[in-house]
């Protein structure tokens, strides 16, 4: 799921005007094409939508990305993995 190193990491999400977005707490970049971007934060999953997406000054050791185009959607999938555990997991140490 989400690398250690950024288990607990700072999640934020920046919106400018619907054409540039500043995201901290990326783990990895999933997928990338003009018009969808899928990143694995330090908060699950980030799928963005539009068009002519670009990124830009991605920084994986900083967790970092920035990210440029018409963004129309964004949406988080998976589970919230900063500090939480499953249910099994608290079960079965």
Same mark, same amino acid.
């Given at each position: 799921m989400v690398d250690s190193k950024l288990s607990g990491v700072e999640h934020k999400l920046?919106?400018?005007n619907q054409e540039q977005m500043h995201v901290t707490g990326v783990? $990895?970049?999933e997928s990338f094409n003009p018009e969808e971007i899928?990143?694995?934060t330090s908060h699950g999953m980030l799928h963005i939508k539009g068009e002519g997406l670009?990124? $830009?000054n991605l920084n994986l050791e900083q967790g970092v990305v920035e990210i440029v185009g018409l963004i129309s959607e964004t949406r988080y999938s998976g589970e919230r993995t900063a500090g939480r555990r499953s249910l099994l997991e608290k079960i079965f140490k």
């Open positions: 920046i919106l400018h783990s $990895r970049v899928l990143l694995e670009d990124m $830009r």
